[in-house]
């Protein structure tokens, strides 16, 4: 019997060591979505004085620099992390456009290429793609970055981690979507994968396979558990920048020239404060930045703004200056011959920061 007992003895605080564990795990658990429910009731019953008192941004700030800089970098993985390292300057500082134009004097049509070609990209499309890739929230990119050799080391890259990257329990009003294949009655909306557990049914009718943004109906996350799907609106990628002050990305858009960064931009009424950056430049610390709705900082290449003038035979005979609103050198008494360009982006936003945002 007493050999019985010993062998017994060991199986009885096995079990109650794993009923501890349960327990434990279950009141785990129960915290958890306590905690989570009084996130979600707190959001909802402030939604409305948020609305209301915070304060959104209706300007925007574009930076325009030559694909070209990637031809500086020996190697495919190098020329990827180099558009990693522009694409977190980017975000850091708020952009909400890039523009790549093409330095280049060939009358080569880099969109072509952009759209439908499966090889490895021109430098310009190659960092155009790259900066998409890594501005779309991670649950979308199956949807729109199949396989392609410009992404091959795209998984070496460090994240950007901006406000629209959500995590699966991340509680938020916006968020960015693909609408799905789901089949709804006519005149019903559409389906959207939002990147929660569950999906979400839109008010309107989408075509399939779009990227939107959604404003979700606060009222639908107290009870998320309960539902068998979410709903929402659709809005204007710009609502949560205008409406909360959320940075929400930057559109990427591909110039075939440097005159096109000026002409051909996403504004009716253009940029209304223009910026270049020069080493010949004045002092940014003289710089007044007057009130503006769009403002322009644009980049040179290797050989600077001057050979990215040159490369447009539209206007070869125009003094480069004179193109710009402002004219400055970011970085005065610099202790190297030359600024990488994916070091002047920090520096001049950097030294730019106050003046475009004061605080």
Not at 70 to 93: C, D
Not at 153 to 169: K, Q, S, T, V, W
Not at 189 to 195: E, I, P, Q, R, Y
Not at 282 to 309: I, N, R, T
Request: glycine share 6%.
């Amino acid at each position: 019997m007493a050999d019985v007992n010993k062998a017994e003895k060991p199986r009885c605080e096995k079990k109650k060591k794993m009923k501890f564990k349960e327990k434990y795990e279950q009141n785990q658990v129960k915290k958890k979505k306590k905690k989570t429910r009084e996130e979600v009731e707190e959001k909802v019953d402030s939604a409305d004085e948020v609305e209301t008192s915070t304060k959104g941004r209706d300007y925007t700030v574009s930076v325009a620099l030559p694909g070209s800089i990637l031809e500086n970098a020996q190697s495919p993985e190098l020329r990827t992390y180099l558009a990693g390292q522009v694409a977190r300057a980017l975000v850091i500082f708020n952009v909400d456009e890039v523009i790549i134009f093409n330095e280049s004097p060939t009358k080569q049509e880099i969109k072509d290429q952009f759209k439908g070609s499966t090889k490895a990209s021109d430098p310009n499309v190659l960092f155009a793609r790259i900066l998409q890739y890594l501005e779309c929230p991670q649950y979308l990119r199956k949807y729109f970055f199949p396989v392609h050799p410009d992404l091959k080391y795209a998984g070496l890259l460090n994240p950007l981690d901006c406000p629209h990257h959500m995590r699966i329990d991340d509680i938020e009003f916006y968020r960015e979507g693909v609408t799905l294949e789901r089949p709804v009655k006519q005149g019903e909306g559409s389906f959207v994968n939002v990147g929660m557990r569950k999906e979400l049914k839109l008010d309107k009718h989408l075509k399939v396979g779009v990227r939107v943004t959604v404003k979700m109906d606060p009222h639908d996350l107290e009870s998320v558990e309960e539902k068998k799907y979410l709903t929402g609106e659709a809005v204007s990628p710009g609502e949560p920048r205008t409406h909360r002050g959320i940075y929400w990305g930057y559109n990427v858009r591909l110039a075939q020239c440097f005159g096109d960064i000026f002409v051909k931009g996403p504004y009716p009424e253009g940029y209304d404060v223009t910026i270049g950056t020069s080493d010949k430049g004045v002092l940014v610390d003289d710089l007044q930045v007057p009130k503006f709705k769009h403002l322009l900082l644009v980049f040179g290449g290797l050989k600077g703004l001057e050979q990215s003038l040159e490369s447009d035979e539209r206007l070869r005979d125009s003094e480069v200056n004179l193109l710009f609103d402002h004219y400055v050198n970011t970085c005065p008494n610099q202790g190297s011959r030359t600024i990488r360009t994916e070091e002047a982006i920090l520096v001049s936003l950097a030294a730019l920061r106050p003046k475009i945002n004061p605080t």
